[in-house]
């Protein structure tokens, strides 16, 4: 099995400026053609830590995959460094990423400065990877380390730009290093806790046969992911993920990379059917859920964020009464909202949501991280089905508002 | 300077499940007290390996802080490898820990098992840091490394158990070391990109005291922080400050931790002043952003995603005129949509979004990454003043979304 490490160059992680996510990211990809990972490192912008560094890493590991270090502003420390390692004879320009530089900056309305121009020199002895989200390319070495076998990947520190560059990566790593099959199938699970989850699936798990691995993969947004693998071999996952369904039964929402928004969106663009949305205390995020996913105006109209009580009275039509009664955090109140929303956006579907997402907010009863959810269907015949939930958490504001947002996904995905 | 070195342990990093949060908590910490992080790495459940890794990092650097590993579950390998590293004779039972475990266990009505007993083992060498979150303890080891003078800190991989013994090694770590005093202060801008704002500040940085370092930490959604730091003295950074302000002006928008929805949301209390949000392409981030802050009810009413076009002169009264002639991405569009909201909610201020996020519905003319912004003020004389700004980026859906959204808010915060 061929062994990985990864490395992230920069001062602004050692201060714990950022949260290096990159790692994490490359790592999942690695894992899913059957590289090992041996381990991490993070190192600042420093020449001899740098060469030290990645000389282990290529010593002691078939694949070195490098983030940060390459920025317009940095000392480009890290490519001199590269071009040592390499053991480069100096630099060349790449036109090709002199072009997309240049492109890229006139697309900003950005002047090209000195250090923009030396973003399109590369060490002479790398393929030059390119990146079509930023000004710094990605690179690739070969035939280095201890074994003269190692190949070193380098990519930009910003997320989006190394996940851009990830696939070229993995493309370079299948056409020169020989892995092993693997395949996988994953299920997707919301609303069971992980715990919960083994516990009822673990004799179906322990007569698994010994070539088959499951692996639980949770996400506290998208939920539990159930990742069947198979090394080597042709399987057939169906019977096992037909044994998984009548385990876990509705539980189950979709496979692979789905998500509750995309699961949601698949099922409404092909009733051709119409969603609005009514949102207080998630503020916006199940709205920006609903449309992170392209396409989304074929069925998604609109949202109301009402913040305050007077926008759930006057503009999504709540009764004063109600709000008065029983409070905006209340069972009473999303069923108005969501009643409301679909009324004013004339939709067949809607969600709603209220509640106390902290840290200030709590009242008698109802403590921070307490919220009232609701998903709303319009019948054939015009009559509308209200479906409603209050749900507990106990964390940061921003993480429950998260977990506010997908409860209530959840809720809307088992009404349509 | 101290130095230190990070290291998490744990299989569940080294596969991607799960992103490394408390190495970032760590740093932060230790940078404050002015002790340097010259590394961070991850490795996995093994025993050779912790060993190895470990002993690195006690040799070359005073202070060493490792997370992960002690869970009940585990095989206690690393508490095995800190008996050996610590030249400990063997365990013995801390009183203190044992009698924390049981009363944990019984507060959540879980059995005493084998395995939470042999929590309560520690390597005889070690200082109980006491755990008040969980049943696996911290650990204090002094005296180690090539020098002889190296400590070591083990805590549980649990963020908030993590987080929670933090005080405690910074106490220690305070009494062990003597450490340099650091000062700092940061001012945070937008809109100038980090290239640009480096040359513009080029012969300021050049003329800077050699005591006095200047550091970028960019950050798309936040801005470009700069961060002025001094060790060991008791520096009057203003003169410098306002040197940066009148080279930058009015990019500059706060201090410290201060982000856009913060300080938008800070001169709107002081002002007395309200705000409301029309989002077509943000989709509801923009209203997301402003509900991040706790607090945002005292002058944040609500929003209205209006993603359809019937939704835009449906609800915000948008013209139907204006969308048949200029489009629904366009100045005209945004800034009746922003007029619209702030009538419909009776708001001081608003702001409005329309544009193509991707990686659909780009027109001729109007390409994907492409928006219009609008910030409008309601002034004295009920006059309404709409500011509108066109912006392009190029990059995935979420992070053009992300971009448009921190445009709108840096628009909005200079109607302000």
Redesign the interface.
Known sequence: MNTASICTIG???????????N?????????SIGVK????????DVRE?ILS?LGRCLDETDIVIVTGGL???KDDITKDALLQLSGSSGYRESKQQMAHVER?LT??G??M?D??RAQALVPDKCTVLENK?GTAPGMAFHGLGRKGTSALYSLPG?P?EAE?LLPSVIDDIRAHFSLEKITHRTIVTFGIPESTLAKRIEAWEDALPSNIKLAY??NPTIGVRLRLSQNGGDADFEPYVQQLRSLIGDAIYGEGDDTLQKVIGDKLRAAGKTLS?A?SCT??????L???V????DY?????????N??KT??LGVPSEIIAEHGAVSEECVREMAKGVMK???TDYSAATSGI?????ATPGKPVGTAWLAAARRNADGSVDVATECVHFASS??IN?ERFASHALDLLRKQI
């Open positions: 001062d602004e992680i050692l201060i714990g400026q950022i949260v290096d996510t790692s994490s990211h490359i790592a999942r990809e690695l894992e990972v041996r381990y991490m490192t993070s190192i600042g830590n560094e920025g317009p502003t890229i697309a900003r950005i002047p400065l250090t923009n989200l910003v989006f851009g993969l949770p949305l949102e503020g916006g995020h199940l709205s920006q609903i449309t992170s392209s396409g989304c105006s998604y109209k609109g949202s109301v964020t009402s913040y305050a007077e926008v006057g503009v004013l956006m004339g997402a902290g840290p200030l907010g504001r921003a508002i």
